[in-house]
């Protein structure tokens, strides 16, 4: 069998994609007769049509990876991926209907509003963030509503300091969201599986001084992980749940990564879903998989083997 792994793109997050490639690339290396690795370009279509790949992992991650973009193209062409449908990755990729979705169905996430960059033009941006202060309170939580790797976000404190966070976030998108900052344990809950056979990896707690930016993701030192988190058994069994929760509402498929905060009230407040979770040396996922006692050749040669048997998406 000939496994594809897709990696880079354009988007801000290409570099990390290509390392997470690398890494799944060399755990495959030897399960299947063919484990190849390339980027996204005019050559991608005949090299799925023409080329004898029998099944995709598509690593790309932010735009085009994650947004349904790509995974419509496969379903299009008709090779079998691992990952998540494009029709389900296009609402998780939107954290503001993510959110919506999620609240909907009675998971806790923080509360929040979107507000695009032309708004703050036309009716003054002083006055749309003395309103977001009087609404939510400080500390705020700002993002980009679409994106990952923690790219744009900021944790403001101080009134002051606003203008320049929403500066920050605009430059990997127009449209923001801001939500009330939430304190409490930062867990990362990895799910295998789909539907009923989804299961819940042990979490990974991060403690960072600061924010859990691109910088403190990617590049050692900054973080402590803690693989699995300190939790009690009952707190890591809310936490779970949560994520397995978000999995089957959000019908994600294969694996994901929940990222949320226990809070003061043992509340699992769910900040961000991610279906096509990094798998560098840093990553959260790997480190989940280390901690349940899973070989990582192994299971990924599972999702990649199960996404073969399944077949294309019709």
């Known amino acids: 069998m000939h496994a594809l792994i897709l990696a880079g793109g354009l988007s801000h997050e290409r570099d990390v ?22 980027d996204v370009d005019t050559e991608l279509i005949p090299t799925l049509r023409f080329g004898g790949v029998d099944v995709v992992w598509p690593l790309l991650h932010g735009s085009s990876g994650e947004d349904g973009s790509l995974q419509a193209l496969l379903e299009l062409v ?15 990729w939107n954290k503001a209907v993510a959110k919506a ?13 979107t507000l695009p960059q032309s708004l703050f033009r036309e009716v003054g941006a002083e006055h749309v963030l003395d309103t977001v202060v009087a609404r939510f309170g400080l500390p705020v939580v700002i993002k980009p509503a679409r994106g990952g790797s923690a790219l744009g976000i900021s944790i403001v404190e101080d009134r002051d300091d606003l203008a320049r966070a929403m500066v920050h976030c605009f430059a990997y998108g127009d449209v923001a969201l801001i939500e009330r900052a939430v304190k409490g344990v930062e867990l990362a809950i990895s799910v295998v599986g789909t539907g009923d056979d989804a299961r819940a990896l042990p979490a990974v707690e991060i403690a960072v001084e600061g924010t859990y930016d691109y910088d403190a993701r990617y590049n050692p030192g900054r973080v402590e992980y803690f693989a699995p988190a300190r939790l009690t058994p009952e707190q890591a069994e809310i936490a ?47 480190q ?17 083997d199960g996404a073969a048997a399944r077949g294309p998406v019709a």
Do not use: C, K, W
Not at 78 to 92: C, F, L, N, W
């Open 288 to 304: 989940a998989a280390e901690a349940a006692g899973l070989d990582l050749g192994t299971l990924y040669q599972e999702l990649v």
């Open 78 to 92: 008709g090779v079998p991926y691992v990952g998540t449908t494009s029709r389900a990755a296009r609402v998780a």
């Open 101 to 113: 979705v999620m609240m909907r169905a009675g998971i806790d996430s923080p509360d929040y509003v």
């Open 17 to 38: 994609s290509i390392r997470s490639g690398r890494r799944v690339q060399e755990a495959l290396r030897g399960a299947f007769d063919q484990v190849s690795l390339r």
């Open 240 to 286: 779970a749940q949560a994520a397995l929760t978000v999995h089957r509402t959000m019908e994600l498929r294969d694996l994901s990564r929940v990222d949320l905060i226990l809070d003061a009230d043992n509340r699992a407040q769910v900040i961000d879903i991610n279906i096509a979770p990094g798998m560098t040396e840093t990553s959260l996922f790997p």
